[in-house]
Nanobody, 126 residues
Framework: QVQVVESGGGSVQAGGSLRLTCLHSGDRYNRYAMAWFRQAPGKEREGVASISTHGGVTREAEAVKGRFTISRDNAKNTLYLQMDSLKPEDSAMYYC???????????????????WGQGTQVTVSS
């Protein structure tokens, strides 16, 4: 059974940085495309960034382009999200997700992912 576990969230002031980490516990991690989603209170879950199985293709939401970078280390079964120049509107619960059937053109849809973590909270103060 695949499990994904996020870590690295916290509280930071606007303009600061955080790096989120997601550890994938299953076999053959390099077969899974991965993604980060976030959900703020009262809002729908939204795609933040996604990455192909070997990291050659990435996708980012317009709201985070140029500030957030998704990456992965297949030797460590780990996914990362480097978040720079954080804004108060980035505050949310951040979730890691995995799928064996990635659609690079619909990567932002939560229904496209089969495995989800419990989330890690990011709070950005002004």
């Amino acid at each position: 059974q695949v499990q994904v576990v996020e870590s690295g969230g916290g509280s930071v002031q606007a303009g600061g940085s955080l790096r989120l980490t997601c550890l994938h516990s299953g076999d053959r991690y390099n077969r899974y495309a991965m993604a980060w989603f976030r959900q703020a209170p009262g809002k729908e879950r939204e795609g933040v960034a996604s990455i192909s199985t070997h990291g050659g293709v990435t996708r980012e939401a317009e709201a985070v382009k140029g500030r957030f970078t998704i990456s992965r280390d297949n030797a460590k079964n780990t996914l990362y999200l480097q978040m720079d120049s954080l804004k108060p509107e980035d505050s949310a619960m951040y979730y890691c997700a995995a799928t064996l059937t990635w659609d690079a053109f619909r990567w932002w849809l939560p229904d496209g992912y089969d495995y989800w973590g419990q989330g890690t909270q990011v709070t950005v103060s002004s």
